[in-house]
Structures are given as structure tokens and as C-alpha cells.
């Protein structure tokens, strides 16, 4: 009967019965057929789970229903292979693709439900057989069109177990920790599927070469992640999703990449991409935490064409929290818009993080810097908007490069712009032990100081009006702008002053001075005025 085959799995449908029953040539048998109520009340795990056996046995497909009530389940159901496969090849490795690996097809119909009535670690788990055969788990299975009621005891909702290559579509998900969790083997395609909880995806330790796309996900908890990923998580795209904090969660992120511990390669997380999502009022909506050692097991993610926004009376919230990471690549993303109102945040924050490039991104409306640089070496931070940031005080920086490591630093060609003289009048600043930054460039509307560089070696460009100044030399110097060059026919000016120590006044270029500029370098001649 059906509890035998719950217990035995393929004994419990071998010979006779598994050649000529109901799921003769691997036919359609149904939930209903092998005994589920589905009443909401009746415990189906038992009529369930032998349902899963004997579909992994004969391959049929697995399907639930619609019924007016649910399909009640005191503990997780198993899919796995419960017949022996053919022998798996390992020469060449990836010829256990193509073994008889005999995936599962887990469909609702209608308004199928399953709803968990005790504690449990998840509703469904796709796991390997680890029985004295050790066939693989059932590959390239789907679970698509299920309603998951976790209904506060069960852990996950689907649970891959060294299963790879799931398809999960149009399912609903809420009263768990956890939507997709994945251990091991990821490779999988999760779409247009509405997820309530505190990890809407969780990759603790694998799943990855995942594409996450099409989602609505719906923060669950404080201090959660929709998207949660650590090690081997890698190579995943997560693209067009919307992400919405509208309960008000604290310290709850979009995407949450944490890769954490030893220095290893196998540790890493690479070569995600996070593009097209929205992110509405979380407190970041990208927090990516790597290992803060010599070697950033974090390295070559791409983020682009994002926009972060507030719902509600909730703000827009932080952009992008990235630590302990390299070649991170941020372009073309939209950070508030001045008629969303203010975000009381930063917008992005990079600390400890090499070779980065964060380019043609609008960023607008934030109370408190658009950029942190902490400890920062050879980031590039050009061809941005940045509009109205550091709203909450005068003294603040749009820009602020701080950390006695930060070197190397380029700042170029963006366009800073303010409408009122209370919000930040600096444009980039270093702090104590800041040096070797470089402005290229950059315009400056309404700043009253572009650029307050202490570092001996850093050196700034910059436009103003039809001005066309340089701050910054060797000797640690500050140039302080004035026109030069005021005649009609003359064209912009290019100007150079510089202040020694505690001089009353700034003195006019003088011969000798050492000026470069993309590659012209020169002296000032006070004689020819050339």
C-alpha cells in the first residue's frame, strides 16, 4: 500500500504493478488517485510522499489538484529517484548529465495549496537517493504553479539537495524562513514567482550559475535577504525582479552577497550580475561582504540599469554597501529622483575594495554623501550625475575618500550639481592619509570648494562656469581658483593659484611652476606669459 511505498520506495512498486498500474508508460497519476484529501485538515504527508516514490520509480509526473482547502503535510516530502539508474560515466566528467537521471514534474493546478502543520526543514526536498546505490538526484526538474503555507513551522519551502538544474515557476511562497534554498549543485531557473520571506532565495553554500529573474519578492523578517548568497554562489544573474520592503524591515537587503571566513579560491563568490531590478525602501538594496584579507574572494560583479525608490512613507534607502571586494563593476543605475523625495542615507559605499569602477549612474536627492570611499585603492568613480546630495549639512562632501590605504584613486568627469548652498559644498574630499587621488575633469554647479586635497601627490581639474582650474601639486599645495583668462576671445580659462603655508594671499603661477594636464606638461614663463 501507500505507506510501504513511503517507506521502501522503489520495492514498494517494483514488478508487476510498476509495468501495468495506474502509471503504466509513465502516465499521469494524481494526488487525489492515491489517497490526498487535501481538505486542509487531513494529514496527506503519508499519501504524498508515496505518491513521490512511486513517481520517482515510473517517472510520472506529480501533480496537486485544485481544491478549495490544502493539502496538509506534517513533514517534509522527498523527491528522489527510487529505482536504480544506469551507471553514470565519469569519463569526461559531465557525462552524468545525460544518465538516466529522471527528473520530477511537480505541478499545481488551479489554486493548488500545500500547507505545513508541524516544524520541519522544508515542504518539498529534491535529494539525491542515499541509499547503497547513491544514484544522483532527479536533474532538470520543475515545481511550478504550488501555493507553500509554511505557516510559521517550516524552515524552506523548496529545498535543493545537490539537485541541479531546477526550474521553479509561478509558485507563492510565504510562511517560511526560507523560499529556494540550495545546497550544492545550483544551476537553476527561478521566474515569476511571488516569495514572502526572510531569505526569498538562500545559497548558504552553493547554488550557483543560477538565473533569478522575473520575480516579486516581499521582505519577510528584520535583518533578512531576498536574495541571499555565499560561497560558490557565483555566476548567477539576477535580472528584472522587484524587491519590496513594505512592512518597514530593518536591516534587510535586496541582494545580500556574504562570503565570509578563510582566504581561499574555492570560497569565492564571482561574476554575479544584478541587472534591471527594482528595490523599493530596503535598508540597502545591494550588500555584497567579503574576506578582508590580501585575496577578495568577492571579485567581477556587475551591477547596472538598477533603480532603488521609496514606497509609502518608507525611503528610497542605500544603493550599494560593498566591503572587502574587487572589480566590481556599477554603471548605469538610478539612485532616487529629487521627485521621490529624500533618501536620509549614502548612496553607495565602498570599504577596503580594489579596482572598482562605479560610472554614469544618476544619483539624486540623498541627505548624506552620494559616495564613501573607505580604504580604497584604484577605484574609478567617472561620467556619474549627481545631483543635490549631502542635503543635511554644508560641510558635508559629495564625494568623501577617506583611510590612510586609500591611493590611487580617479574622480573623473562627473557632473555635481546643487540648487542650494545648505546642502554640500565640497565636491571630493580626502581625509588624514588620503593621497594619490586624482580629478579629472569634473563640473562643478553651485559647489563653492570642487576639491579639499591634503594628499602630497593628488592633483584635481575641473570646470566652473567658463573656468577651467587645477588644484592640487606635488608639495601637498592647494590651488585656489580665479580667472586667468578673461578675454571674449580667449574662451575658457585656465587658471592655476596656489597658497603656501600660512601666505595671506594666494600668489599668481610664477615661473618654474610645473603644471599637467592629459599629457601636456609645461613651465610657466612670467616673461612671454606663455
Known amino acids: 500500500g501507500l505507506d510501504a511505498a513511503s517507506e521502501r520506495g522503489d520495492d514498494a512498486v517494483g514488478g508487476e504493478d510498476a509495468e501495468h498500474g495506474a502509471g503504466e508508460g509513465g502516465g499521469d497519476l494524481g494526488a487525489d488517485g492515491l489517497g490526498a484529501v487535501g481538505d486542509g485538515v487531513t494529514d496527506d504527508y503519508a499519501a504524498l510522499q508515496g505518491y513521490a516514490n512511486v513517481c520517482g520509480y515510473i517517472g510520472s509526473p506529480f501533480r496537486l489538484t485544485d481544491t478549495a482547502e490544502s493539502y496538509a503535510i506534517s513533514a517534509k516530502i522527498q523527491l528522489k529517484v527510487t529505482r536504480d539508474l544506469d551507471a553514470t560515466d565519469s569519463t569526461p566528467a559531465s557525462d552524468f548529465h545525460f544518465t538516466d537521471n529522471l527528473p520530477f514534474n511537480v505541478t499545481g493546478l488551479g489554486k493548488a495549496k500545500l500547507l505545513a502543520t508541524a516544524s520541519m526543514t522544508a515542504?518539498?526536498?529534491?535529494?539525491?537517493?542515499?541509499?547503497?546505490?547513491?544514484?544522483?538526484?532527479?536533474?532538470?526538474?520543475?515545481?511550478?504553479?504550488?501555493?507553500?503555507?509554511?505557516?510559521?513551522?517550516?524552515?524552506?519551502?523548496?529545498?535543493?539537495?545537490?539537485?541541479?538544474?531546477?526550474?521553479?515557476?509561478?509558485?507563492?511562497?510565504?510562511?517560511?524562513?526560507?523560499?529556494?534554498?540550495?545546497?550544492?549543485?545550483?544551476?537553476?531557473?527561478?521566474?515569476?514567482?511571488t516569495i514572502r520571506a526572510k531569505y526569498g532565495i538562500y545559497m548558504p553554500d552553493g547554488g550557483g550559475d543560477c538565473n533569478i529573474s522575473?520575480?516579486?519578492?516581499?521582505?519577510?523578517?528584520?535583518?533578512?535577504?531576498?536574495?541571499?548568497?555565499?560561497?560558490?554562489?557565483?555566476?548567477?544573474?539576477?535580472?528584472?525582479?522587484?524587491?519590496?520592503?513594505?512592512?518597514?524591515?530593518?536591516?534587510?537587503?535586496?541582494?545580500?552577497?556574504?562570503?565570509?571566513g578563510a582566504s581561499v579560491i574555492s570560497g569565492e563568490s564571482r561574476h554575479v550580475t544584478i541587472r534591471g531590478n527594482e528595490f523599493a525602501a530596503f535598508s540597502v538594496a545591494i550588500r555584497m561582504t567579503g574576506t578582508s584579507t590580501t585575496y577578495r574572494n568577492i571579485f567581477q560583479e556587475t551591477i547596472t540599469d538598477n533603480h532603488v525608490n521609496g514606497i509609502g512613507g518608507s525611503h528610497p534607502g542605500k544603493f550599494l554597501q560593498a566591503t572587502d571586494c574587487t572589480g566590481l563593476h556599477v554603471y548605469s543605475n538610478f539612485m532616487n529622483h529629487r521627485d521621490l523625495g529624500?533618501?536620509?542615507?549614502?548612496?553607495?559605499?565602498?570599504?577596503?575594495?580594489?579596482?572598482?569602477?562605479?560610472?554614469?549612474?544618476?544619483?539624486?536627492?540623498?541627505?548624506?554623501?552620494?559616495?564613501?570611499?573607505?580604504?580604497?585603492?584604484?577605484?574609478?568613480?567617472?561620467?556619474?550625475?549627481?545631483?543635490?546630495?549631502?542635503?543635511?549639512?554644508a560641510s558635508l562632501a559629495i564625494i568623501d575618500i577617506s583611510g590612510s590605504a586609500s591611493r590611487r584613486n580617479l574622480i573623473s568627469n562627473n557632473r555635481f550639481?546643487?540648487?542650494?548652498?545648505?546642502?554640500?559644498?565640497?565636491g571630493v574630499k580626502e581625509g588624514t592619509g588620503v593621497d594619490e587621488t586624482t580629478g579629472s575633469l569634473n563640473v562643478f554647479d553651485s559647489v563653492a570648494t570642487p576639491y579639499s586635497f591634503i594628499g602630497a601627490s593628488s592633483i584635481g581639474t575641473y570646470f566652473s562656469g567658463v573656468t577651467m582650474a587645477m588644484q592640487g601639486d606635488s608639495?601637498?599645495?592647494?590651488?585656489?581658483?580665479?580667472?586667468?583668462?578673461?578675454?571674449?576671445?580667449?574662451?575658457?580659462?585656465?587658471?592655476?593659484?596656489?597658497?603656501?603655508?600660512a601666505a595671506a594671499s594666494p600668489a599668481a603661477v610664477q615661473s618654474g611652476d610645473r603644471l599637467g594636464f592629459y599629457g601636456f606638461a609645461?613651465?610657466?614663463?612670467?616673461?612671454?606669459?606663455n
Open 342 to 393: 529624500d533618501a536620509p542615507d549614502w548612496a553607495i559605499s565602498l570599504t577596503r575594495c580594489e579596482r572598482c569602477l562605479i560610472s554614469n549612474n544618476t544619483i539624486d536627492a540623498y541627505q548624506d554623501e552620494a559616495i564613501l570611499l573607505v580604504d580604497c585603492i584604484d577605484t574609478v568613480v567617472q561620467g556619474n550625475r549627481i545631483d543635490n546630495c549631502g542635503k543635511s549639512s
Open 214 to 260: 522575473r520575480n516579486d519578492f516581499y521582505a519577510g523578517a528584520n535583518n533578512g535577504a531576498c536574495v541571499y548568497m555565499s560561497h560558490y554562489a557565483g555566476d548567477t544573474r539576477i535580472a528584472d525582479n522587484v524587491f519590496t520592503n513594505e512592512e518597514a524591515y530593518t536591516g534587510v537587503a535586496g541582494v545580500d552577497i556574504a562570503a565570509p
Open 475 to 501: 608639495t601637498g599645495f592647494t590651488f585656489a581658483p580665479t580667472t586667468y583668462n578673461t578675454t571674449a576671445t580667449a574662451g575658457p580659462s585656465i587658471i592655476a593659484r596656489r597658497s603656501r603655508g
Open 123 to 193: 515542504m518539498l526536498e529534491i535529494i539525491y537517493d542515499n541509499g547503497a546505490d547513491l544514484d544522483i538526484a532527479p536533474f532538470y526538474s520543475d515545481v511550478t504553479g504550488i501555493e507553500f503555507d509554511g505557516a510559521g513551522l517550516a524552515t524552506a519551502a523548496v529545498y535543493c539537495n545537490y539537485a541541479m538544474h531546477l526550474n521553479a515557476s509561478n509558485n507563492r511562497i510565504h510562511g517560511v524562513e526560507r523560499g529556494f534554498e540550495f545546497l550544492g549543485y545550483g544551476v537553476g531557473r527561478i521566474e515569476r514567482n
Open 417 to 426: 550639481r546643487q540648487s542650494s548652498a545648505s546642502y554640500a559644498q565640497i
Open 522 to 529: 609645461g613651465q610657466y614663463d612670467t616673461t612671454s606669459g
